[in-house]
């Protein structure tokens, strides 16, 4: 497999038709140069105030933020432009950091969208860190921060199926809320085991159903409104997936129940959400009829 020709895409999407009005928009911003912005990594990741800027780099910030559309992940404040994304994904954050240490590690974030987590996993101070998403719009979305925040954050538009011909391996692996997007689980496991280092962790998240037996949910055709969602497991199960994938040292860090103060609706947002995905009389079923959406976060270890 090519990487660096895959690689190429990255520069190949500035010219699709749908992408070229937003890089447009960025290069302009790229002529803005503003040394020594406060950066918070809090909840709110934050860069610089409002009073940072003129008002004429402000209105371009917030019609930059604007054109990129729909906001996913965050939330973000910029110069005080508050992107109130659709996933409050500082739950999910605040949530696993008690169980990772990322100093002078090599790390991957396997399905990174606009790079969130890595902005907030700066402040371990890892030694590499390097985001996969093949979608062009949060590419964007992270380039447009990053130019205040200037990480050397690495984005390559690839996906969990090229991690393990990348030119190099990681120590922690991140695969926050992809696994369920893959036909072939216990395969997508195994190319994370294969793109780790020696003594290697990984920590994913996906969807889950209770019970205690070693099976999984084949929702047909859509699952919560979401076409591609391939096998929901029992926590059993899924053991058994790391297992055979090449993990051991299996910690569930914890199972949780999505609810709208976690997901829901926001301008900066698609105009459904997971209100919209529920059944309207009964939250404990998706519109299809299955389990509402629950999640179980893991970590595991590389079997040497």
Same mark, same amino acid.
């Given at each position: 497999m090519d990487i660096e020709l895959l690689k190429k895409k990255k520069e190949d999407c500035r010219s699709w038709k749908n992408v070229e009005p937003w890089y447009t928009q960025l290069l302009k911003l790229f002529e803005l140069n503003k040394a020594d912005l406060n950066?918070? !990594? *809090?909840?709110?990741?934050?860069?610089?105030?409002?009073?940072?800027?003129?008002k004429e780099e402000y209105e371009l910030i917030v019609e930059t933020a604007k054109k990129l559309i729909p906001w996913r992940k965050g939330p973000f404040n910029l110069f005080g432009l508050e992107i109130d994304s659709e996933w409050q994904s500082n739950i999910k954050y605040n949530l696993i950091r008690p169980y990772f240490n990322l100093?002078?590690?090599? &790390?991957?974030?396997?399905?990174? #969208? *606009?790079?969130? !987590? /890595?902005?907030? /996993?700066? @402040?371990?101070?890892?030694?590499r860190m390097v985001g996969?998403?093949?979608?062009?719009?949060?590419?964007?979305?992270? @380039?447009?921060?990053?130019?205040? &925040?200037?990480?050397?954050?690495?984005? @390559? /538009?690839?996906? &969990?199926?090229?991690?393990? !011909? !990348? *030119?190099?391996?990681?120590?922690?692996?991140? /695969?926050?809320?992809?696994?369920?997007?893959?036909?072939?689980? &216990?395969?997508?496991?195994?190319?994370?085991?294969?793109?780790? #280092?020696? +003594? =290697?962790?990984?920590?994913?998240?996906?969807?889950?159903?209770? =019970? @205690?037996?070693?099976?999984?949910?084949?929702? #047909? +055709?859509?699952?919560?409104?979401?076409? *591609?969602?391939?096998?929901?497991?029992?926590?059993?199960?899924? +053991?058994?997936w790391l297992s055979r994938a090449g993990f051991d040292n299996i910690e569930i860090i914890a199972s949780t129940t999505t609810t709208n103060e976690e997901q829901r609706k926001t301008q900066?947002?698609? $105009?459904?959400?997971? $209100?919209?995905?529920?059944?309207?009389?009964?939250?404990?079923?998706?519109?299809?009829?299955?389990p509402a959406p629950k999640r179980v976060y893991v970590k595991a270890k590389k079997i040497q």
């Open positions: 950066i918070d !990594y *809090n909840d709110w990741f934050t860069v610089g105030k409002k009073e940072d800027l003129t100093k002078d590690k090599i &790390v991957a974030d396997i399905g990174c #969208n *606009n790079g969130y !987590y /890595m902005f907030r /996993m700066l @402040e371990d101070k890892p030694k996969f998403d093949p979608s062009a719009l949060t590419l964007h979305q992270f @380039e447009f921060i990053n130019h205040f &925040v200037k990480s050397d954050i690495i984005y @390559e /538009m690839l996906g &969990v199926e090229h991690l393990e !011909y !990348y *030119n190099h391996k990681f120590d922690f692996i991140f /695969m926050l809320g992809v696994l369920y997007h893959r036909p072939d689980p &216990v395969g997508t496991l195994k190319s994370l085991a294969r793109g780790l #280092n020696s +003594k =290697g962790e990984i920590l994913i998240d996906t969807f889950m159903i209770d =019970g @205690e037996d070693e099976i999984c949910l084949t929702p #047909n +055709k859509r699952y919560s409104k979401i076409p *591609n969602i391939y096998f929901i497991p029992t926590i059993s199960a899924l +053991k058994n900066w947002s698609f $105009d459904q959400s997971l $209100d919209d995905f529920l059944d309207l009389e009964d939250k404990t079923k998706t519109v299809e009829g299955y």
